[in-house]
C-alpha cells in the first residue's frame, strides 16, 4: 500500500514537472517574438530547447547513477573532477594539434576522440579511487577537488603555451553557456544520448539492488562489476556530451539530485531518473528565462546555478558532519 502511494506520488509529480517544462518552454519561445523577427530568433530558440532537454537527462542520469554506484549522496561527476578532466582533454588536443590543423578537430573528430579519452581516463581514475574498502566521504571529496585543481593547472599551463589563435578555441569551451550552443554536435550528441538511454533502459532494477551496496547486490544475484563499469563508461559519455555543448556546470547535478530527493524520496530508479530529468530541465529553461528576459543578459545562468548548487553542497557537508 506504501509503494501505491508513493508511485502514485512519483507519476503525479512526472505530470506536474512536465507540465511546467511545456509552459516555460512555450513561454521562452514566444515572448518577444514579432512577424519581423520570428525568423531569427524561433530557429535558434529551439535549438536552445533541444539542447536543455539534452544537457539535463544527461546531467541527471549521470548524477543519479554515480551516487548509487559510490553509494553516496554527496558525490557526483562534476565534484570528483570530470569537467576538468574534460577540459584538460580539450586543451591537450588544440595544443598539439596545431594551428595548421585546427579545423580538423573543432568538429565531429574532436567530439569522438573527447569522448574515447574520457571514457579510457574515467575508468581508471573511478578503478584506482573506489577500489577497496569504502572510502570517507570527506576523502572522497577532497580526493576530488585535488584532480580538478590539477587537471584545471596543467590546462591553464598549456593555455599559456598557445597562440592567441588556439587559445580562443580553448576559452570557448571554458564557460557553461547556451547563448554559444556547438550547434554542429547537436546532432551527434542527440544520437549518442538516444544509444546511451536504449543500452542503459534495463538497468534501471539492477540499480535499485546496487544501492543496496556492494554485498547485498552480489548475494542478490547482480553482476556487480559489470553494472558498475557499464554506467560508469557511461556517465563519462554523457559528462562528455553536455559539457561538449554548453560547457562545465559544476553543481548542477548536485543541486538537481538534491531537489529532486526532497520532492520524492523513492529508491526506484525508474522515477529517479525522470523526475532529476525533469528538474534539471525546467531550472535550466527557467533559469534561461530569467537571465535573458528579466536581467537581460548581465548574468550568465551557470552563475546562478553554480551559487545555489554550490551552497546546497556546503549546507550538505555540514550536515553529513553533524550526522
Not at 546511451?196 to 540499480?207: E, G, M, P, Q, Y
Not at 562489476?225 to 562528455?240: E, P, R
Request: charged letters at 10%.
Amino acid at each position: 500500500m506504501k509503494n501505491f502511494k508513493l508511485d502514485k506520488k512519483a507519476t503525479l509529480l512526472i505530470l506536474i514537472l512536465l507540465g511546467a517544462f511545456l509552459i516555460l518552454s512555450s513561454m521562452f519561445l514566444l515572448i518577444g517574438l514579432t512577424s519581423k523577427n520570428i525568423s531569427f530568433f524561433l530557429p535558434r530558440r529551439f535549438v536552445k530547447i533541444a539542447t536543455v532537454a539534452l544537457v539535463g537527462y544527461s546531467v541527471s542520469y549521470s548524477s543519479v547513477t554515480f551516487q548509487t554506484i559510490t553509494n553516496n549522496k554527496l558525490l557526483t561527476p562534476s565534484v570528483i573532477g570530470l569537467d576538468s578532466l574534460y577540459m584538460f582533454i580539450q586543451t591537450v588536443i588544440v595544443l598539439f594539434s596545431g594551428a595548421g590543423t585546427i579545423s580538423m578537430f573543432t568538429g565531429h573528430m574532436n567530439f569522438i576522440i573527447s569522448v574515447v579519452l574520457m571514457v579510457i581516463c574515467s575508468c581508471v581514475l573511478f578503478i584506482c579511487l573506489f577500489r577497496g574498502q569504502q572510502k570517507n566521504v570527506y576523502f572522497l571529496i577532497l580526493v576530488g577537488m585535488i584532480i580538478g585543481n590539477l587537471f584545471g593547472g596543467m590546462s591553464t599551463f598549456m593555455q599559456v603555451l598557445m597562440d592567441p589563435n588556439e587559445f580562443s578555441i580553448v576559452q570557448d569551451k571554458m564557460f557553461a553557456s547556451f547563448n554559444n550552443i556547438n550547434q554542429d554536435l547537436l546532432g551527434i550528441s542527440f544520437l549518442v544520448v538516444l544509444i546511451s538511454f536504449v543500452i542503459t533502459l534495463k538497468d534501471n532494477a539492477k540499480l535499485d539492488v546496487v544501492s543496496l551496496g556492494q554485498d547485498h547486490a552480489i548475494n542478490l544475484g547482480v553482476s556487480y562489476q559489470k553494472i558498475v563499469l557499464k554506467n560508469l563508461m557511461n556517465t563519462a559519455v554523457l559528462v562528455s556530451v553536455s559539457t561538449a555543448l554548453v560547457g562545465p556546470i559544476t553543481f548542477l547535478g548536485i543541486l538537481v539530485v538534491s531537489v529532486s530527493r526532497k520532492l520524492v524520496n523513492t529508491y526506484k530508479h525508474s522515477y529517479r531518473i525522470i523526475i532529476t530529468s525533469l528538474v534539471s530541465m525546467v531550472l535550466l529553461i527557467s533559469t534561461l528565462l530569467f537571465t535573458e528576459r528579466i536581467l537581460q543578459f548581465t548574468t550568465t545562468m551557470s552563475v546562478l546555478i553554480n551559487f545555489i548548487g554550490g551552497s546546497i553542497f556546503i549546507y550538505m557537508i555540514l550536515k553529513e558532519k553533524k550526522g
